[in-house]
């Protein structure tokens, strides 16, 4: 039996105008280019899982109506975001029609099962992991069930195989993704991540971890690494025991936090000695009040947001870069929030900055809300969910000023000046700090 691991590739957005002014920029274009290029881990993963009687293969798609089909499987597992939901399901009626059988999973499937299960011949719905030997075996024995639900069976990723790596073709690739741990102690209204499949927290042993990256190091060389967790360090006990094993690995590395890990200075150094060249911290805005109620279990960030000057030097004082995130259209804002934003960036010295819509993913608390509220302005217009489009009525401004003033806040930060002046600030505010911490000749 022969199995086909499909991945849909590239950077996907309805409104071309951003392609062509803002993700053009320097900053964000090298973003881009890196998060389009990341291979899927959960395909990886589920090919780890299967057994070496079984043939399989890691391929992607970026064109899924004019790349030339490969027939050469039985089956084929795909996996989608709901960005990327109406390429996937055109893909499965290709497969489907040249008689292989689909398998199609990943977050979309897991927000809305109901719809996705109309284009596959089995939907997993969940962790793949708890479910997927049951697929292997109904698969041989061509009794594939039309639905496979893990969510009654939490995977324990103390049992998790190692990826399939070796799939992947050499030279491909500028990052590789580690999963360290699975799931967030945050309950934010927009977010569409891992929550959504392992609403649990749980972390991954540490001495597994290692051993995925020193697989990556044993094939690639020297490879960057992005750890796939959405929000790496909330297990602080963990967090210490994996930075001084990662110590010894002499990796560079990248990952998802949130804005606590500044209170934990013994934490920034151990991050340093292992080898973190940046984090991606989530600010969301720059003021408390636009954050009321963004975070729905203690109201976490808005209770953190006058701690965020202290939070980014803390972090950056260390060596670490921080790139910080602002969503733009957050109910409670208007046309002032771009200046906000703008202003707090050039004052924080952040090194990077990402700004993004808010987006209503199906599944999410937001969607429901806006739903409710008829604020959203295309059901099923998937497509739209890419964190650079908009699909709903923001409540203090029209859709022309949200559109407009993103663009205009994208010229601002991300032109060449700008991008410059962030860097040049880093290395000299690093400079001075090391001169400070510098002792006096005697």
Known sequence: MRIGFIALSGLRLCRTELLELGLTFPGVASRAREIEALPSLGLLTLAGLTPPSVDVEYLEVRDVDGETLPTRFDAVAISTLTATAGEAYRLAKRFRDAGVLVILGGLHAALVPDEARHHADALVIGEGEPVWPQVLH??????????????????????????????????????????????????CEFCAASIRISPAFKVKPVERVIAEVRRLKDLFGNPFIEFADDNTFVNRAHSRRLMRALAREQVRWFTETDAGVADDLELLQLMRDAGCCQVLIGFEHPHAPAL???????????????????????????????????????????????????????????YEVQITYMTPFPGTPLYRRL???????????????TLFDVNFQ?????????????????????????????????????????????????
């Not at 980014?312 to 002032?336: A, K, M, W, Y």
């Not at 509220?373 to 969910?385: D, F, K, T, V």
Request: charged letters at 30%; proline letters at 6%.
């Open 138 to 187: 109904d698969l041989q024995r061509g009794t594939l069930q039309p639905v496979y639900d893990a969510r009654p069976n939490p995977f324990d990723l103390a049992a998790s195989p190692m990826p399939r790596f070796d799939l992947l073709s050499a030279n491909r690739y500028p990052r590789f993704t580690v999963q360290t741990q699975r799931g967030c102690p945050w309950r």
């Open 292 to 350: 009321e109620g963004v975070e729905l279990l203690s109201n976490w960030k808005a209770r953190r947001a006058d701690s965020y000057l202290r939070s980014i030097e803390r972090i950056q004082s260390h060596g670490i870069t921080v790139n910080g995130c602002f969503v733009l259209g957050l109910d409670g804002t208007g046309p002032e929030s771009f200046d906000a934003v703008a202003r707090f960036v050039e004052h924080s010295g952040l």
């Open 371 to 385: 739903t409710e509220e008829g604020r959203i302005l295309a059901e099923g217009a998937w497509e739209r969910c």
């Open 394 to 442: 923001p409540d203090r401004m029209s859709l022309t000023e949200l559109e407009e003033g993103f663009v205009a806040l994208a010229r601002r930060l991300y032109g060449d000046a700008a991008v410059s002046q962030r860097s040049r600030r880093f290395r000299d505010h690093l400079r001075a700090g090391r001169k400070q911490r510098k002792p006096a000749a005697a």
